[in-house]
């Protein structure tokens, strides 16, 4: 069995169904040492001026001794295609996979049975992952309605979330604790009258908006990309084709505004953070988003630092107060 690190959601189920481990490298970064790992890439000629995620990737491949990762050259971000190349010639090797840009289903199987070709799979063995994932999904879609009622704290529902994209390379352990966080929730009473916000954005390497978020009386009720991460759709969806076409985080801005809104609206959204990563090109989404959301906004901004910092935390009092003064 092999790991392959990812650096974004791919279709993990056939990297499963190989008989292969996915680990995603952002979770290794985001709780592990994110200046040493910044560090490493820095040295060998990284910019100042480059994303934290990107740098944090290239060092957590180097030191962690990562020998394969699957290179997402469309859908992800275009620091990453210039990634996979440095990381080629490091002796990486690298698994090509693209989302396409038309969005067409079509266009979809092409790129996915090109993707299990280089693994070695059938469509018949992913397909019976997809089902085996799709059960721990539930639960976490389960997780994710329950901090609706404050349940869950909000850190937690963006961990177990976001973890969906590698399952932790082990589902069956990842599913018990996911068990374990559901029979605690569904035991708790629901918090009433308290703000209720929604977080945009990549996940936020800063983890601790979420503790400070709850100790100014607000909670997060919706987390945008991590719930994405955990497929909470999958329903809808006769096969892992119509599945990843269904997913918003690689697409363009409008199908991801046409699920937002219904959620938004789902969720009774009372304002709205937008994460944004220093020196990532997603910045630009702030002008589309602020525009077509009608509910209060804050972007916030954070580069590599692991805490709030004072700035930001100050922002954040003011946006909540204000929303709590209208509420
Ligand atoms: S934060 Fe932005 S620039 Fe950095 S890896 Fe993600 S999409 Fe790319």
Request: hydrophobic residues 35%; aromatic residues 10%.
């Amino acid at each position: 069995m092999k790991k392959i690190g990812i650096t974004t959601t791919v279709p993990v189920e056939v990297i499963y169904a190989s008989g292969n481990m996915p680990i995603d490298l952002n979770n290794i970064l985001s709780s592990g040492e994110v200046d040493k790992y910044i560090e490493i890439a820095e040295r060998d000629g990284f910019p100042k001026s480059m994303c934290a995620w990107i740098k944090g990737i290239y060092g957590v491949c180097l030191s962690e001794g990562v020998s394969e990762i699957i290179g997402v050259l469309e859908g992800d971000c275009s620091n990453t295609a210039s990634l996979i190349e440095i990381l080629k010639l490091k002796g990486i090797s690298v698994v090509d996979f693209s989302y396409p840009k038309s969005r067409d289903l079509e266009d979809i199987k092409k790129n996915f049975k090109k993707f299990m070709k280089s693994f070695g799979v059938s469509q018949l063995e992913v397909e019976s992952w997809r089902d085996r994932l799709n059960i721990i999904r539930e639960k976490v879609k389960e997780l994710d309605e329950l901090s609706k009622e404050g349940k869950i704290s909000s850190k937690d529902s963006h961990l177990f979330q976001v973890s969906c994209s590698d399952f932790w390379g082990n589902p069956d352990n990842f599913e018990k604790e996911v068990e374990n966080k559901l029979w605690e929730a569904r035991q708790k009473k629901s918090q009433e009258k308290v703000i209720r916000l929604a977080y945009l954005g990549v996940p936020p390497l800063a983890e601790d908006i979420y503790e400070y978020i709850e100790s100014k009386g607000a909670i997060v009720v919706f987390n945008e990309v991590q719930r994405e991460f955990a497929f909470p759709r999958w329903r809808n969806a006769k096969n892992i084709f119509e599945q990843y076409l269904d997913y918003t985080y690689p697409y363009g801005m409008d199908f991801r505004l046409e699920k937002l809104e219904k959620d938004l609206e789902l969720r009774q959204i009372d304002g709205v953070i937008h994460y944004t990563q220093k020196f990532c090109h997603r910045i630009l989404d702030n002008i589309v988003l602020k525009d077509k959301l009608t509910y209060p906004f804050i972007n916030i901004e954070i580069d590599r630092e692991q805490k709030l910092d004072e700035r930001t935390k100050l922002r954040l009092d003011s946006f909540i107060e204000m929303i709590g003064d209208m509420l």
